[in-house]
């Protein structure tokens, strides 16, 4: 016999199998013993949640010749031939791949003919927000009016993309994320069954990784019980195998981010990445552990709410003394950033490591809470001494030398054109930043726009690292060749990193000369 995947094998047969859905099982189950059944459905949720597996449930359900209390009884003809596929009273439809107006013109014929067994004609058109527009269409006046034998269910993951005119017409169903608990407690009664030991920390982690989907779970699992077959599953097997770390990885990463030592980071992520792990995993998982300590931070009861050995929590106390819950709190949104921006990069690793030195280095950014944690940084420095031994040295000067005035602000005269292009530049700068690519974008936040006389427009970094990354070649054509064809000029762009004892040049119109346009170009 063939070989059935761990999701098929074990998908609910009654509506008592299903896991994590309690409120609309026993809504439909209510509908189905009292006869108070509807003409169309909507269930709604992410992938795995038993939105297609409730809807044959309750298709077999409104069809069983001897249902047990609302749930089929999988046992009469009826239930039988729905579950091998072979009724055709019941009829599962993608959307996906069936969604012009003929597919559903069709329905429309079908329907007219009453079930030759059982009591409703079941349509389950799943992924239906894929239906085009004359699809749907063509579908409302059935939707709205079907014959009393025909039920429809819908079933989406994505239920913005409904018209608002199929909403209306059906009973809408959210499916829930379900909760790791329940995920948990499943994959270990599947385990036994399956003759299979695990141990309780790499149930946990499966379970957390589906991301509350059940279907998801079972794939893991069963991608771990077949790389390790015949052996018992471990936590560390099970990391091996979806390519995640230890968290004592994450406490080791966490305490070098503190002590701000780049080079740490940089050879743990060398370990990370010669270990083939999945690093969109492992920025995830940093993001959970931060979360963790974060509530260790606000709560004081955290050990309920947290699933860890006793050593871990005694980590994360002790890491959550090392820093205030602002510092944290800009780390977890630098992270969250992070992670819906490495899905699409060709990069990782470096966008990784850029955000890693932007956690350690806070001048990069200009929020509020980039600022505190400047502050409080200049505060231990001067707690520290190094200020005050810079104070002690600059009084001993002479008063002669107070007296002198200091080197005066640089102006910058620019030509009529050159000083528009120049104002008008500047008061975009902030959204030409946000509309860059997302690297980009992470280099020249908190940069300034300023002009150099002999290189034209100059782009102002507060740290050398930034301003290295950004002058990639590629880098900085991008931003020129979107700059012409926003703004339908070519621009000369240099960079310069003016650290805290330069000032910024002034820039001034100076005296148009009547008869003569200047164009910025670019310098051969």
């Known amino acids: 016999m063939a070989y059935t995947a761990l999701y098929r094998k074990w998908r609910p047969v009654c509506f008592e199998d299903v896991k994590g859905q309690d409120p609309i099982v026993r809504t439909l189950k209510n509908q189905i013993t009292s006869g108070r059944i509807g003409h169309a459905y909507l269930f709604c949720g992410t992938r795995g949640t038993g939105k297609t597996t409730i809807a044959k449930i309750f298709a077999k359900a409104v069809n069983c010749q001897h249902p047990v209390n609302g749930s089929p009884c999988n046992e009469c003809a009826v239930c039988r031939s729905i579950a091998s596929g072979a ?12 969604n012009g107006v003929d597919n559903i013109r069709e329905i429309r014929d079908e329907v007219k003919y009453s079930p030759t067994e059982g009591n409703y004609r079941v349509y389950i058109i ?32 994505e239920v913005h993309k409904i018209p ?3 909403l209306s017409r059906c009973q809408r169903y959210d499916f829930r994320r379900i909760n790791n608990d329940v995920i948990a407690a499943q994959i270990e009664y599947l385990l036994r069954e399956e003759n299979v030991e695990a141990e309780p920390a790499a149930i946990r982690y499966v379970a957390k990784t589906a991301d509350g989907s059940m279907r998801d779970a079972l794939s893991l699992l069963e991608q771990c019980i077949s790389f390790y077959y015949g052996q018992k599953l471990t936590y560390e097997n099970v ?18 981010i503190i002590e701000k030592d780049v080079t740490g980071c940089i050879h743990l992520m060398d370990e990370i ?10 920025i995830t998982d940093f993001t959970w552990y931060m979360r963790n300590l974060l509530l260790v931070q606000t709560s004081e009861h955290a050990q309920d709410a947290l699933d860890m050995s006793a050593e871990s929590l005694r980590l994360l106390k002790e890491e959550a003394q090392m820093m205030d819950i602002d510092t944290l709190m800009r780390y977890i949104r630098i992270c969250s950033e992070l992670s819906s921006n490495i899905r699409y990069a060709s990069s990782k690793r470096v966008l990784i490591e850029l955000a890693f030195i932007k956690l350690m280095r806070p001048a990069m950014e200009s929020d509020l809470e980039s600022l505190k944690e400047r502050i409080q940084d200049l505060e231990a420095r001067i707690e520290s001494g190094v200020i005050a031994v810079a104070q002690k040295q600059t009084s001993s000067r002479t008063d002669r030398d107070l007296k002198e005035p200091s080197e005066p602000e640089e102006v910058i005269e620019l030509t009529e054109a050159e000083y528009e292009d120049y104002k008008q530049l500047n008061t975009d700068w902030n959204k030409i930043i946000g509309q860059q690519k997302s690297l980009v974008r992470g280099i020249l936040r908190g940069t300034r726009l300023s002009y150099d006389k002999s290189k034209g427009l100059c782009i102002l970094f507060a740290d050398s690292f930034s301003e290295k990354m950004m002058n990639e070649q590629d880098r900085m054509d991008g931003l020129k060749q979107w700059l012409q064809q926003t703004y339908g000029k070519t621009f000369t762009i240099c960079t310069k990193c003016l650290d805290s004892s330069q000032t910024q040049p002034q820039i001034v119109r100076g005296n148009r000369i009547p008869g003569i346009e200047m164009e910025i170009g670019i310098e051969e």
Do not use: C, W
């Not at 009724?87 to 069936?98: G, L, Q, T």
């Not at 085009?132 to 079907?146: C, D, H, I, R, V």
């Not at 990391?239 to 070098?256: C, I, N, P, W, Y």
């Not at 990445?273 to 492992?282: E, W």
């Open 126 to 157: 799943d992924e239906v927000h894929m239906l085009s527009t004359g699809a749907f269409n063509a579908l409302l006046k059935t939707l709205e009016e079907p014959p009393s034998y025909v039920i429809f269910i819908l079933a989406t993951t």
């Open 273 to 282: 990445v010669a270990q083939g792990r999945d690093l969109g995993q492992f």
């Open 87 to 98: 009724s055709m009273n019941v009829v599962e439809i993608d959307a996906a791949s069936n």
């Open 239 to 256: 990391l091996d195998v979806l390519g995640a770390v230890d968290t004592g990885v994450f406490s080791q990463l966490l305490r070098e």
């Open 164 to 166: 608002i005119t199929v």
